[in-house]
C-alpha cells in the first residue's frame, strides 16, 4: 500500500534530549512538509522541502532541524533549544509536479512527550 | 500563500447540510483553493479541491464566488461521524512551496 508512514506513534524523552521522528512515504512525491499541532489548535508549519537535498523553513521553525537526502525520507530533529517539544508532529507529502491535483497527504502523526 | 479566514466553530443537525464558509481575499489567480478535514488525533483527510468552478465529489461539494475570494464547502447530509475539524487552504499545484494551515472550523453534527 502507498502512503506516509511516522514512528513512533507515541515518544517519550527527557528535558535537554534530541530527538528524531521519522517520516517516509511511498507515494513518489516530491514535496514534503512537517508540521506542529498543539492542544485545540491549528497546524503550524515547522519545515518543508520541495526537492531532494533542499528544504525551507516553515513558520515555527526555531529549535527543530531537518534533512531531505532521499526522497522518500524528510526526519525532523527536535533540539533542546526547542523550548516547548511537547505537541503532536504530522507529516505530509504532495506530489508538487503540476496536473490537476497537488493534495497533501499525511501521516499518522507522532506524539511527542517531553518529560 | 493566501491566508485564509474560517469561523471557529459551527454546529449541524444530522441530516442537514452543513455549509462551510471560508474567505480568501488575497488568493493568487494561479492559486487552488483546498479543504481537508482532521478527526481527533488523527492526520488531516483531503476533502476537495478546485480553481474557479464549482466541484463535486462523493463527498462534498465545493462553491467559488466569481471573485474568488471566497468558497463554501457543503456537506449535503451531515452525519455523526463528520463531527471534526475543518481546513480551507489555497496553494499551487506546482512548486506549492509553504503550504499554511489556519486553526479551520470545528464543526459538530448533533443528533
Known amino acids: 500500500d502507498g502512503g506516509i508512514t511516522q514512528s513512533p506513534k507515541y515518544l517519550f524523552r527527557k528535558e535537554g534530549q534530541n530527538v528524531t521522528l521519522s517520516c517516509e512515504q511511498n507515494?513518489?512525491?516530491?514535496?514534503m512538509y512537517w508540521y506542529r499541532q498543539d492542544p485545540g489548535q491549528g497546524l503550524r508549519l515547522i519545515y518543508y522541502?520541495?526537492?531532494?537535498?533542499?528544504?525551507q523553513k516553515g513558520d515555527i521553525a526555531e529549535g527543530y532541524s531537518v534533512s531531505r537526502e532521499k526522497k522518500e525520507s524528510f526526519p525532523l530533529t527536535v533540539t533542546s533549544a526547542q523550548k516547548n517539544p511537547t505537541a503532536f508532529y504530522l507529516c505530509?507529502?504532495?506530489?508538487?509536479?503540476?496536473?490537476?491535483?497537488?493534495?497533501?497527504?499525511f501521516g499518522p502523526g507522532t506524539r511527542l512527550t517531553v518529560l | 500563500d493566501a491566508k485564509t479566514t474560517q469561523p471557529p466553530s459551527m454546529d449541524c443537525a444530522e441530516g442537514r447540510a452543513a455549509n462551510l464558509p471560508c474567505n480568501h481575499s488575497?488568493?493568487?489567480?494561479?492559486?487552488?483553493v483546498y479543504w481537508y478535514r482532521q478527526i481527533h488525533s488523527q492526520g488531516p483527510q483531503y476533502i476537495i479541491h478546485?480553481?474557479?468552478n464549482n466541484e463535486t465529489n462523493e463527498m462534498a461539494s465545493l462553491i467559488i464566488t466569481e471573485d474568488r475570494k471566497s468558497s463554501t464547502l457543503i456537506l449535503p447530509h451531515a452525519t455523526l461521524r463528520d463531527t471534526a475539524v475543518y481546513y480551507c487552504?489555497?496553494?499551487?499545484?506546482?512548486?506549492?512551496?509553504?503550504?499554511?494551515f489556519g486553526d479551520g472550523t470545528t464543526l459538530t453534527v448533533k443528533p
Open positions: 505530509a507529502s504532495s506530489i508538487n509536479r503540476g496536473g490537476r491535483n497537488n493534495e497533501q497527504f
Open positions: 507515494l513518489n512525491h516530491d514535496a
Open positions: 522541502s520541495q526537492i531532494v537535498n533542499d528544504f
Open positions: 488575497t488568493i493568487s489567480g494561479n492559486e487552488y
Open positions: 478546485g480553481l474557479k
Open positions: 487552504i489555497v496553494r499551487r499545484n506546482t512548486n506549492a512551496g509553504k503550504s499554511t
